[in-house]
């Protein structure tokens, strides 16, 4: 397979229910630059080619009007679409990430990273995860995710989803995708069926950032068969990449590599992390990392 070119799909079609809105579209920098654009500006200095937004219909025009805007000119710009038409009677959002990153299967045959819209990962984390894309390392049954410390992902302003994973030697043994995490006085962890459990800082964390060969399409699909025949009538199940990758781990049809990273997360997970967003932004504007003005 040629690795002379690389993708990055951004998944935004979610449906923003705790922030209250479609959180992909809220502006954060001084010209209405979008998250999103700040994680293309970063994609395009890292090596990637091309960007698949996975988005729903029914926000289309705005989006592509929005995300043009400040769009690299360099990067080929593609779209797919995680259909609500799809879904059973009573669902009223989307499958989940999995099927957001099944649904880009017919625009992608080259190496590929995956990141959601309303979170910021940091250009040298991109970096990395493009070197392991370009790589032999990478390949049908060997795949990659960049791992966070948990201290640096946590909001103040309420709970947050992370991939609490356990690591060994640089290879993913575990990976448990854990709602709920908030820091309690000066800790951080979540409560499961009434009992509070303490999380270490140092815990490595998914972020949905991973990168893939073309052949996770192949067990997605495998995966989705099974999750629909299973659970395809609850309105409230969500067919995950973490738990995709978690199968694939446990069967040892593959193993992924976690690169560390010590970048800081932030993103729009609440509606207060608005503010905190824009500060970052205009923070690394006057320190350089970013222009005035994107393009």
Not at 64 to 90: N, T
Not at 169 to 182: F, H, K, P, Q
Not at 190 to 212: I, Q, Y
């Amino acid at each position: 397979m040629k690795r002379d070119k690389t993708s990055i799909v951004i998944m935004a079609a979610g449906m923003g229910s705790r922030y209250g809105g479609l959180k992909q579209l809220d502006p954060v920098g001084p010209n209405g630059e979008l998250l999103i654009h700040y994680t293309l500006y970063d994609a395009h200095k890292s090596g990637f080619d091309k960007a698949v937004f996975v988005i729903r219909r029914d926000f289309e025009d705005e989006f592509k009007d929005m995300v043009s805007r400040f769009m690299p000119s360099e990067m080929e710009e593609v779209y797919a679409y995680q259909d609500i038409e799809d879904l059973p009677e009573g669902r009223k959002k989307p499958w989940g990430t999995g099927h957001a990153v099944f649904v880009c299967r017919n625009s992608i045959d080259e190496p590929f990273g995956v990141v959601n819209a309303d979170d910021f990962y940091g250009r040298s984390s991109f970096g990395s995860l493009n070197e392991f894309l370009r790589s032999s390392e990478c390949n049908e049954n060997t795949y990659s995710m960049v791992g966070y410390l948990l201290k640096n992902t946590v909001s103040p302003h309420g709970a947050v989803t992370r991939g609490v994973s356990k690591v060994s030697d640089s290879w993913l043994v575990t990976i448990d995708e854990t709602r709920g995490i908030v820091i309690r006085d000066g800790k951080i962890g979540f409560e499961r069926e009434g009992v509070w459990e303490e999380l270490d800082p140092l815990t490595a964390v998914s972020m949905n950032f991973w990168g893939f060969d073309p052949y996770i399409f192949d067990h997605i699909e495998k995966e989705l068969s099974i999750f629909l025949k299973e659970k395809g009538d609850d309105p409230k199940a969500e067919f995950l990449i973490p738990d995709v990758v978690a199968s694939l781990v446990e069967s040892k049809k593959a193993r992924l590599k976690v690169i560390d990273t010590e970048e800081i997360w932030f993103g729009m997970t609440h509606p207060e992390d608005r503010e905190i967003v824009m500060g970052e932004i205009k923070r690394m504007i006057a320190e350089g990392v970013y222009p005035e003005k994107l393009r």
